[in-house]
């Protein structure tokens, strides 16, 4: 009998075991906005995101491919299904416990590589400057490990981390997110996210 995250990890990653083309052929998914792929998203997992969001689903975390899989129903799936509305962010801080949790328990390190970037993404949506060091920290221990034909979209993230620390450390928390969560934007911030490449 399958575990009960192995459709949710197929559908994230695909089936393909060669890093080059999983980046490939999942980027899309990944890291496009798409309402097709919002909608498909919410469809297929949307109620395993309100589970997980309410707290549940606990006992996923006692093996490393279930422990990715409640990352992706806290912090990447509701992204999709829940875009530029609040709870895009509801699992944020739980996410977060998630994942320092499993990393103190080395599941990331069982994890073929490209699985482990949306362990260390949660590290990255942080809005503190410990979590965003330690993200800046993963990535590049990753992007060292790797090499090859694969390199390069681990170059890629790496850099992302460092361009979002970059804006934790400047303003203590990410601009783009003010308008959707309803906080005021200081004149700086305003500014800021005028400018190109300012909103991941």
Not at 15 to 26: F, G, H
Not at 99 to 121: C, H, I, S, T
């Given at each position: ?193 005028r400018e190109p490449g300012s909103r991941f």
């Amino acid at each position: 009998m399958s575990a009960p995250w192995e459709t949710l990890l197929d559908w994230w990653f695909g089936t393909s075991s060669d890093a080059a083309e999983v980046v490939a052929q999942r980027n899309g998914l990944w890291f496009g906005k798409n309402v097709c792929q919002d909608a498909d998203a919410g469809g297929r997992f949307g109620d395993l995101v309100n589970q997980a969001l309410d707290g549940g689903l606990q006992e996923w975390t006692a093996e490393a491919d279930g422990w990715l899989a409640l990352i992706l129903l806290l912090d990447q799936l509701p992204r999709m299904i829940y875009r530029d509305t609040p709870r895009a962010y509801a699992g944020d801080a739980r996410a977060q416990r998630v994942v320092r949790e499993g990393l103190e328990k080395g599941f990331d390190r069982q994890l073929p590589p490209v699985r482990r970037v949306f362990a260390y993404l949660v590290l990255e949506h942080a809005e503190d400057l410990p979590s965003q060091e330690r993200a800046v920290a993963c990535f590049r221990d990753l992007r060292d490990q790797v090499g090859g034909s694969v390199r390069k979209p681990f170059d890629d993230f790496y850099d992302y981390a460092e361009r979002h620390h970059a804006v934790v450390a400047r303003f203590g928390r990410f601009p783009h997110r003010n308008a959707i969560l309803g906080r005021p934007s200081s004149e700086e911030e305003t500014a800021f996210l005028r400018e190109p490449g300012s909103r991941f």
